[in-house]
């Protein structure tokens, strides 16, 4: 299944809001209302649809749609995600203890869940690993209870290696989590993915515990711009 990068479109997006942050993950604050938020609620979500209509451009225009139609959601939007959040913390505590998996609020009510290359994937591999399933199965199970809303899945890599390689290694892993949530009953037309090999590093790529840190997946879990 061939899929095409769109987070970066986020991230001009939040330069064109002019909002950035994310939100303690415990409070759970479901009242983020502003014609701001919504906007770039509206604008991630358009990018989404516009990204697989037209790589040549649409993406942008189908931002810039969605974050005009998204310009009135608040409260309903983030109650929405509020639930979601509340599952994925719930069915995913187990591998949140053991630092496997990190869930972040956005203040954009986008959801951002990390995996880390422990429960992934192998050194040099796109081949999802065993450990890798269980969660896998359970975020599944989350989105499909929930679909309004659609899934950027982003891979990142450490330094070791060429830049080109690296590249499409994690492009391989993000579509290898893509395919896998398709076959847990996710429908594919929600999903987009992106490989961002070693551009986005969280750690120094100078040790074998910054390394490990850089290799990881992230998982962006985006409201519909209809969501209000």
Known sequence: ????????????????????????????????????????????????????NDHSGGALRGALIGGAAGGAMGAGAGAYMDKQQTEFERQLSSERAQHQIE???QQNEILKLTMNSEVSFDF???????????PLNKMADIMNRYPRTQIVIVGHTDSVGSEQYNFDLSHRRAIAVADYLVSRGVAAP???????????PIA?????????????????VVPDQNLG
């Open 1 to 52: 299944m061939k899929r095409k990068p769109i987070v970066t479109i986020f991230v001009m997006l939040a330069f064109v809001v002019g909002l950035s942050g994310c939100a303690t993950n415990t409070t759970h604050e479901n009242t983020k209302k502003g014609a701001g938020i919504g906007a770039l609620v509206g604008a991630a979500a358009g990018a989404i649809i516009g990204y697989q």
């Open 103 to 105: 869930i972040e609020r």
């Open 124 to 134: 040099n591999s796109a081949r999802i690993k065993s450990t890798f399933y269980s």
């Open 190 to 200: 929600r999903l987009g993915t992106e490989g961002r090999g070693e551009l986005e």
């Open 204 to 220: 120094g790529n100078d040790t074998d515990a910054g390394r490990a840190q850089n290799r990881r997946v992230e998982v962006f």
